[in-house]
């Protein structure tokens, strides 16, 4: 339908929108008998003072509005569902009278403006707790209503489904600062309009003028109307738009999820975006007698020097422990004996000034360690002085017991092992020896020979505390893992006890194979594939992967997706984006096969051969493309949804069948059937 052009069903369609739920809902009621079928409408609004849609309204913004149901009703989530459009400085006071509710704005309002108070979900009856959802009440200052509409959808941009409840602000765009090479839109100016998407991520926009708007997406977690880079996921669109240039779009009622939908318009590929933070060292702290912890305020210090009094510059060793370096483990690596209880020194490094420019500056260190005796180490000390003072009574000498040692590893006794992946193993401390030589790898097969196999300990480019342990796996061995005693030392100058383990290596039999031709008219270009499980959780992954021919093995049996990432700048990750650089976030897409099924079946023994074109994969994003494939995606959904059910013995009639399984949860795909149920209410 043609949202556009005619005031007369523009306004019908607003109109429709607010009461949507309560006339469709109620369109087939006559009544239930005392004891009947539990109720499962909404309140529904029988009168409403001053009438929606109201002009010339007055710029005091003290009236009391009130809103009237049919019957009694309760105000649930108010701070996470009510908002307004615009927002407004001191939020409506929202208050139960009778079958009603009454709404007292408190603060001033703009000329010329249209107002939308947006309930969402938070209208409830009283007694089972059915919601009214998206209601609004609009109303104007000025001597129109603005009507203008548009619809689109927000999703995640790396895992590539939809984000719920997000808010799209819409910004005059004659309002705000042009923009170039940098947009500060987001920090400087306040919003003209809100719209807000629903559960499925569509959102409808309404109340809007005839105008270029600048258009972001805003996820605002705190539900304070702000947006908190590094916090609130983001999206944001490259050109402005304007509402009465847009496409046709066709409007419907979501008979599965209770509220209107839409095809979508536009489309916000949301991320969460890396916050600016001043650096400096916000804190220096010794937990361990042979480790300190530097915390800074920001990513990736620029560490000049670190010199220490007391300890060599080698015996210092710097571990990073997040992925932004803005934490650091500092290892001593020098014996307990020799290491003072204060540790003095001093840092030199980039530190922003009062101008948020880096400039050097000298931090003083001083780093404070004792030993603070546990209740069981109490307990135990106490308990060897009885021993020994018994022992000395009765002329005997006394021998006291060997301690297990303190050194602390993750490697585990027994298991099974991925040939592909080997075997990871940390410890608490890093290692200052590991004597390869005396650590024997055994291999034993099944008619009982046996053979050494060579052991690598790898060390991890990032954690200097987890290693590999790489061997030549085989399938249908057993190995048995010997490290004697003291085979292995770290800084803090603890040795290991012996460690014996045993394991066996994957049976390739027992895994799929996942076989894919991966297709690009680029040659050049690269690609992260995922493998993930139906619930998306990453399983594997490949990266730097370029035309030709992948082969993930050891794929579990079950169902899984497969991810991809167009790894624009051939790094071997996703990277985010950056809203006031106008940089968008690397795509990804859910492979789906020509049936449009993002789900593939894998079984023991199996190889899966898939062709993913990644031309089609990540082909620009149009209206129709998008909405195919949300229609696509709620179908199988739908059908996965049935199949569950017949599953546990649960009868679907045909006719409800029919009538969810047509698209978006009643979202696009049977477009003309919800039309058909839709377009009277549009046209009353």
């Known amino acids: 339908m043609r949202c556009l052009k005619s005031p007369v069903t523009l306004l019908r369609t607003a109109v429709a929108l607010l009461f949507t739920t309560a006339f469709l809902c109620r369109c087939a009621t006559i009544g239930s008998p005392t004891g009947g079928p539990k109720d499962s409408l909404p309140p529904v609004i029988i009168n409403l003072t001053p009438d929606n849609f109201s002009t010339n309204r007055p710029l005091t913004g003290h009236e009391r509005i009130l809103i009237e149901f049919d019957e009694y009703v309760q105000i649930k989530d108010q701070q996470k569902e009510f908002f307004t459009s615009p927002a407004m400085k001191k939020k409506p006071l929202i208050t139960l009278k009778g079958k009603g509710i009454v709404v007292q704005l408190r603060d001033t309002l703009e000329p010329n403006t249209t107002y939308a108070l947006n309930f969402g979900g938070s209208i409830r009856d009283n007694n089972e707790n059915n919601p009214l959802n998206a209601m609004r009440y609009v109303f104007s200052t000025g001597p129109e209503v603005d009507s203008m509409i548009v619809s689109g959808y927000t999703a995640d941009s790396y895992k590539a489904d939809s984000v719920s409840k997000s808010f799209i602000w819409f910004f005059a765009a004659d309002s705000v600062e042009q923009v170039i090479d940098h947009d500060s839109t987001l920090f400087k100016y306040k919003p003209d309009a809100i719209a807000r998407a629903e559960n499925n991520g569509i959102f409808i926009a309404q109340n809007l003028k005839p105008i270029p708007y600048r258009v972001y997406a805003i996820q605002d977690k705190n539900d304070n109307q ?13 050109e402005v738009v304007n509402p009465a240039e847009q496409p046709d779009f066709a409007i419907w009622y979501d008979s599965l999820r209770l509220y209107p939908s839409a095809e979508p318009q536009l489309y916000f590929r949301m991320f969460t975006d890396r916050a600016f933070r001043r650096q400096v060292l916000q804190e220096s702290k010794r937990p361990l007698q042979h480790k300190a912890e530097l915390f800074f305020s920001a990513e990736r210090p620029e560490i000049l020097s670190l010199k220490f009094d007391s300890i060599p510059s080698d015996s210092v060793l710097i571990e990073p422990v997040t992925q932004g370096r803005d934490t650091l483990n500092l290892w001593f690596n020098i014996s307990p004996e020799a290491l003072p209880d204060t540790i003095k020194g001093e840092m030199i490094y980039l530190k922003h000034d009062t101008a948020n420019i880096l400039r050097p500056d000298t931090a003083q260190l001083k780093l404070a360690w004792r030993k603070i005796e546990t209740k069981e180490e109490e307990k135990e000390r106490e308990r ?12 005997e000498e ?15 006794t027994s298991g099974d092992i991925n040939p592909e992946r080997h075997l990871t193993v940390d410890f608490d401390y890093p290692l200052t020896k590991i004597d390869s030589a005396n650590i024997r790898l055994v291999r034993t097969w099944e008619d009982g020979t046996s053979e ?27 190995y048995t893992l010997t490290i004697p005693e003291g085979a292995l030392e770290n800084v803090a100058r603890e040795k290991n006890d012996s460690i014996e383990a045993s394991y066996t290596v994957y049976d390739p039999d027992k895994y799929a194979v996942l076989m894919l031709t991966v297709q690009s008219s680029d040659p050049e270009s690269s690609y992260i594939i995922q493998q993930l499980d139906a619930g998306g959780k990453l399983q594997q992954e490949k990266s730097n992967v370029r035309p030709g021919t992948v082969q993930m093995n050891y794929v579990p049996v079950g169902e899984i997706q497969i991810r991809v990432v167009e790894d624009k700048n051939h790094n071997g990750k996703w990277d985010t984006g950056n809203v006031v650089e106008m940089r968008q976030p690397e795509r990804t897409e859910l492979y789906a096969d020509d049936e449009g099924e993002t789900l593939f079946a894998t079984k023991a023994n199996w190889e899966i051969e898939l062709t993913i074109d990644m031309d089609k994969l990540f082909a620009p994003m149009t209206m129709q493309s998008l909405q195919q494939m949300l229609d696509e995606r709620e179908l199988r959904r739908l059908e996965r949804e049935a199949e569950k059910r017949r599953k546990e013995g649960r009868k679907q009639n045909d006719d409800d069948h029919n009538h969810t399984s047509g698209g978006f949860g009643g979202m696009g795909g049977g477009m003309g059937g919800m039309m058909d149920m839709t377009g009277g209410m549009f046209n009353r």
């Open 226 to 238: 702000m947006y908190e880079p590094g916090s609130d996921q983001v999206g944001f669109l490259g």
């Open 384 to 395: 060897l002085e009885r021993e020994r003072k018994k022992a000395e009574a009765a002329g």
């Open 398 to 412: 006394f021998v006291e017991p060997k301690k297990p040692s303190p050194f602390g590893h993750s490697i585990p």
């Open 452 to 478: 050494d196999c060579p052991l690598h300990f790898v060390q991890d480019t990032f954690c200097m505390r987890r290693y590999e342990l790489r061997s030549d796996w085989q399938t249908g061995a057993k």
